[in-house]
């Protein structure tokens, strides 16, 4: 019997999608602390598109990603309000889904409002895979983030589509370095030489490097050599559910959850954990 | 250990296939649709694929498009293609694109156990 149900609508049932939150950790100042979550969909346990990377892919071939783009940021607001404390957020959003859904700005923003999260504790994570939306479109959208004081990073700078003409049209408040220019930089001077490049450009525009997939502190040690402070991956903490990370070191210190000065320097808060080092992303902390 | 894609929209032929060839040392994903196919082919280097021409209805030839974009993306796989109905011209047309094995269904899972193993014995193409 062939199937009459596909994919996409079991993906678009409410809960299908989960999100789990990774913190990105602020070594800056004696830290380290908690600078931002930034939420990682799932899809449905046991199905192919549990995988992020799939997950997307086939969201991208079925022309649905503008779609499961707004599901997420849904349901990463919901994961984040049941956080306690004012860290902040950080999701992802294809640059095709800012100029295709009519009034995104003023969805993102109602939604936050539901969950009562201040939208100037969001940021945008903008991911780009092919150049299809309208430039102008794609501007104004920018422009009306702003205006209602989210953030906006550049996701994996250097990959794909993500380039320097992209860089120029967000202007980003953040860039995000991807994990295979991270991964093993402390060992290789053509990983070092790009790291050096992106912290040279943050610090040229006033924009700030954040470092994914960090997993040794002997790459930990080149980063920071580098300048690059904040810094998200294994080494300190996995992506995790929104209940599993209220029982961690981060929220469950007596001082949590404020965060490290960072985007509007707010004041310090807790260390990642409870003897002051880095967690390994084996060891459980609870 | 090998990874394999298994490609039908039939339930069960998916669990047996699946079952079949995890048990006998596969790393085995399993799609139902093209697009999720392809999406697992972007995301994953697979050893082996097998799928059904058939994918949506009866006569529909999905399993050529997997099979194109699998040449084109993962060429080194071996690429076993199975239907209930197959033509003369849709099997010419899976030579033309590369098709490692044209296999009419019902077939005993062993069997296609057997031309698999033969086809990732021999040289890569």
Known sequence: MKRTRTLLDDLTNPGAIRMELQPIVDLSDGGPRLYMLEALARGPRGTTMERPDVLFEYARRKGVEAQIDMICIAEALASFASLPGRSRLSVN???????????????VVDCATAYDVDPHRVMLEIVEHHNR???????????????????????????????YHLFVDCRPDHIKIDRSIV????????RRAVLASVAGLATAVGSTAIAEGLETFADLKTLQDLGIDKVQGWLF???MPASELAQSPFFRTPSSPDIAPGIEGERSGNAVNQHGRPVRSQEKTH | MKRLLLIDDEETILFALDRYFSRNGFTVDCARELEEAEALAV????????ADLSLTENGSTEGLEILRYIRRTCPAARFILLTAHATALVEHEAMRRGVDAFLHKP????????????????PRP
């Open chain 1, 93 to 107: 959003v294809h640059s095709s889904t800012l100029a295709s859904v009519e009034g995104f700005t003023r969805k």
């Open chain 1, 133 to 163: 939306w309208s430039a102008a479109t794609f501007q104004h959208a920018l422009a009306e983030i702003r205006e209602a004081g989210m953030r906006i990073a550049l996701d994996d700078l250097g990959m794909g589509a993500s380039n």
């Open chain 1, 183 to 190: 991964a093993g930089c402390s060992a290789d001077p053509w």
């Open chain 1, 237 to 239: 903490a996995r992506a």
């Open chain 2, 43 to 50: 995301c994953t280097s697979y050893d082996l694929v097998i």
């Open chain 2, 107 to 122: 077939r005993p899972l062993a069997e296609i156990a057997r031309i698999a193993a033969t086809l990732m014995e021999g």
